[in-house]
């Protein structure tokens, strides 16, 4: 049997008198972006408050102030729904809000991400603007998602709302989220939500970031199917009362008693599936022979992380390109895929891959055939714990795509 240790969330040493927002940064440069949650997260230094635009309220023994948070990759699960049409699919995501909260209560601090969600219905009568509402103020109208996240993307609640009342909330399960093949679909009586994202460019610049320039809205290959009828009815319904706040963001216990930091083994299993995901990130290129008029480049790029708090583990796709020089021009004539190997350590699991198929395309650039070389790999990837001697698997069936210009 595996022993496993559970991150606690980052706490203060000490209460101060005063919680605001410039206390909010201040704790989060000298104490949250030095923990190993903050370090521990993929969208570290790609997601930062918007500090111009704090908000405080105290809610019960709460104190929170909420930020508007800039990412460089925005991600919304969405309730598929036959009568909405893609344009207005698009409406919905482009008005969605991301937040962060800075919640104090006693001595401990923690963080929260909200994404605000809205049915078309209540957008449309918003003037496709929901950025008025906030954690402690919604809108007696709002009908949509407001879902809760930590700060490493783990799912707290997926709150579904009517005329700003709760009337259900579901968890998605992040070992199931991406076992649902595309060739498949949802049963009778469940719900099938589906996971869109959009890259921006984003710039930080001391303690802001500003965001150009954003591409399109494709679906990231996540689906969950969830089972309609297991949502839970919570027993209370006003998000932003004192009552229901901690059941909202999940912290009901007390976070003074020193309790609650027991994890079994299905838990830990858990946490560490729910930080698997595709990547597609450059992280190596050497020139690996030349004849002259023919060179071979090799190419790594890291294609999946399963991230465990300080040691991410990470599998790298190894590629070799042909190229050949017609006068001072160089092109592509092949780009082949060589293996998949592991990068870091594995800790209290195994990682495994099966189903690869590599697929590779040459493009032209500036009018130049074969200037670039592209690759797409399909594959499953498969991370096991032993839980109490039996093994727990987590499968993704997923794909990720690289391009490389003859020149880099």
């Not at 994404?115 to 906030?134: E, G, M, V, W």
């Not at 049963?187 to 921006?200: F, K, N």
């Not at 020089?325 to 082949?336: A, P, V, Y």
Request: contains cysteine; aromatic residues 10%.
């Amino acid at each position: 049997m595996l022993l496993f240790s559970c991150q606690k969330e980052v706490s203060t040493s000490k209460e101060s008198s005063v919680f605001n927002a410039a206390a909010a940064k201040e704790w989060y440069y000298a104490e949250f972006k030095k923990s190993a949650e903050w370090r521990g997260s993929d969208m570290k230094g790609k997601k930062l408050p918007d500090w111009s635009s704090g908000v405080y309220k105290k809610i019960g023994n709460y104190e929170v102030v909420e930020f508007p948070l800039i990412k460089a990759t925005k991600r919304f699960e969405l309730m598929k729904d036959n009568s909405i049409s893609a344009e207005d699919t698009r409406r919905i995501m482009e008005s969605s809000v991301n937040s962060i909260l800075f919640i104090r209560k006693g001595k401990q601090i923690f963080v929260r991400e909200v994404q605000y969600i809205p049915a078309l219905q209540y957008l449309t009568a918003s003037n496709f603007d929901i950025s008025r509402n906030k954690i402690s103020a919604i809108e007696k109208t709002f009908s949509g998602q407001i879902v809760i996240k930590k700060w490493n993307g783990a799912e707290v609640g997926r709150n579904v709302l009517v005329n700003g009342k709760i009337i259900k909330r579901y968890k998605l399960d992040n070992v199931l989220a991406k076992g649902l093949q595309r060739t498949q679909s949802c049963q009778v009586g469940q719900l099938e939500i589906t996971e869109w994202a959009r890259d921006c460019e984003v710039h930080i610049y001391g303690d802001g970031m500003v965001t150009n320039e954003c591409g399109q809205w494709y679906t990231t290959g996540n689906t969950w199917c969830v089972d309609d009828e297991n949502g839970q009815i919570p027993a209370c319904s006003d998000p932003g009362s004192p009552e229901c706040f901690c059941e909202l963001v999940g912290n009901c216990e007390d976070p003074n008693s020193g309790g609650g930091n027991q994890q079994t083994c299905q838990e830990a299993a858990d946490e560490i599936f729910s930080s698997a995901h595709t990547m597609a990130e450059k992280s190596g290129i050497e020139e690996c022979g030349n004849t002259g008029t023919t060179r071979y480049k090799c190419y790594q790029w890291k294609i999946y992380s399963v991230s465990k708090g300080l040691i991410p583990m990470y599998l790298v796709s190894k590629d070799k390109a042909t190229q050949v020089k017609n006068g001072n021009i160089w092109s592509f004539t092949s780009l082949d895929h060589q293996s998949i190997e592991k990068a870091g350590t594995e800790i209290l699991y195994s990682v495994s891959t099966e189903n690869v198929v590599p697929t590779s395309t040459l493009s032209p650039h500036s009018g130049i055939s074969n200037q670039v070389g592209n690759m797409h790999i399909t594959f499953t990837v498969k991370v096991s714990v032993i839980c109490d001697g039996l093994p727990v698997v987590f499968s993704d069936p997923t794909s990720t795509s690289q391009s490389w210009h003859v020149n880099e």
